[in-house]
């Protein structure tokens, strides 16, 4: 007779209620730190307990409620805030035949804080005595940051704006978002806690995230699950502001005014209502959009809510909304091939899905935008992204000046405080 390994044991979870912990950025671990933090509230996590590489977004929502299903909750909140208890940390490569690797990550150790409520879950097959809470020795400004095109210079990345624009007026298609990036080396290894404390700082009201070297703070939402409630904001049509602009109020006027704007954010709103329809009831679709303001650009936004059908996890409703024609084009299958052929770089999980999912499947997953990856062999080194959709009334030297606004974020987040 065969012997057989015995069936692992299984996850435990324990969550507890806890004091205000203070900043949550401020507790990030050296090594192996998870972030999702907006407006001060959010998660952090750090250790290790399970890692699933998914081919798919599908692939991970399959994987994840079957490991759901199977934990063992010894202690939880009463009346628990969304996430707190059994929660991963989660972010998809744009393109399913891409290098990079999608990743989901159960840490060991969350710390959340939600609506005035704070709290600890420890995971794992044993649990010990809940952790010591205390800030983390303080991160360091990466030294010595130069820069120097990444796939395609200035020049030739308005030549495939060009390019776009020419194949959108002879029809075939109707929008295709380009991306460029830009390689940052350091003379010194780049600390990504760093960089979420200054994005947090800079960008309150944006997500900043934290998940296996990607770090960044998108202003876009794909979709957020809680309970029976689904929403998804879509920013699509952007305009650049300085200090020299004075008050947005004008810039925004042009904005909510702008043809091509209003024409790009269109297509993205409907390829969001598309694709949640199977999925939810009572969608609701404002008629136009608003204006979101952030320090460097001004986005034409759209805020999508439905009624979730039961049993459709918010991985499952990524999986369905990815990707949009806000980082993709309409049609879509036209678009990726546009993307192919005129971008010359490998997106990773830029423009991907990036966020967490807990037992239930509630989860908030946004768009990895804003965003840079440190390189995995020399952490001195990290790839910044930025991209722009394109439409027939586009300007290449225009659109080249929004990915440059799109760029400083991350730009800023590598420069030491004043």
């Not at 005595?129 to 210079?153: F, I």
């Not at 008050?247 to 297509?267: I, M, P």
């Not at 080194?381 to 990915?403: H, K, N, Q, T």
Request: glycine letters at 10%.
């Amino acid at each position: 007779m065969t012997p057989y390994d015995p069936a692992p044991p299984p996850l435990r979870v324990r969550t507890v209620e806890i004091a205000d912990p203070g900043p949550l950025p401020a507790l990030l671990p050296t090594d192996g730190a998870l972030a999702w933090v907006r407006r001060g509230e959010g998660m952090i996590g750090w250790g290790e307990v399970v890692r699933h590489k998914p081919t798919s977004v599908a692939d991970a929502e399959e994987w994840w409620t079957e490991l759901a299903r199977s934990v063992v909750v010894e202690a939880d909140l009463a009346e628990p805030p969304v996430g707190a208890g059994l929660v991963a940390f989660g972010s998809f490569v744009f393109d399913e035949q891409s290098a990079g690797r999608s990743t989901l990550v159960v840490p060991e150790v969350v710390v959340g804080r939600r609506d005035g409520r704070a709290w600890v879950t420890q995971i794992g097959t044993e649990l010990g005595a809940a952790p010591a809470l205390q800030a983390a020795p303080p991160p360091l400004p990466p030294a010595g940051v130069t820069y120097r095109d990444g796939a395609l210079s200035p020049a030739q990345w308005q030549q495939a704006v060009v390019e776009a624009v020419r194949r959108i007026s002879a029809g075939e298609l109707d929008k295709v978002v380009l991306a460029r990036d830009l390689i940052a080396t350091a003379t010194s290894t780049i600390d990504p806690r760093w960089l979420v404390a200054r994005l947090t700082e800079r960008y309150p009201t944006c997500w900043t995230y934290l998940v296996d070297g990607l770090v960044g703070a998108t202003p876009e939402m794909l979709v957020r699950r809680e309970g029976g409630l689904v929403s998804s904001r879509v920013l699509a049509g952007t305009i650049r502001r300085s200090d020299e602009d004075g008050t947005a109020v004008s810039l925004a006027a042009g904005l909510a005014r702008s043809s091509k704007d209003l024409e790009e954010h269109g297509y993205a709103v409907a390829s969001v209502a598309r694709a949640l329809a199977p999925f939810c009831s009572g969608l609701h679709v404002p008629e136009a959009p608003y204006v979101l303001e952030l320090p460097n650009v001004l986005h034409l936004a759209t805020d999508v809510v439905a009624a979730g059908r039961p049993g459709v996890s918010s991985l499952a409703l990524a999986a369905a909304l990815h990707p949009s024609a806000a980082v993709c084009g309409t049609p879509t299958a036209d678009a990726r091939r546009v993307i192919d052929e005129l971008e010359h770089l490998d997106r990773e999980r830029y423009a991907g899905p990036v966020g967490w999912v807990d037992a239930a499947g509630d989860g908030e997953w946004a768009i990895a935008l804003r965003c840079g990856q440190i390189d995995e062999t020399d952490g001195r080194r990290i790839r910044l992204y930025a991209g722009c959709g394109i439409v027939a009334g586009s300007d290449p030297e225009a659109e080249l000046g929004e990915a440059a606004a799109k760029l400083l974020p991350m730009r800023e987040a590598l420069a030491p405080t004043d």
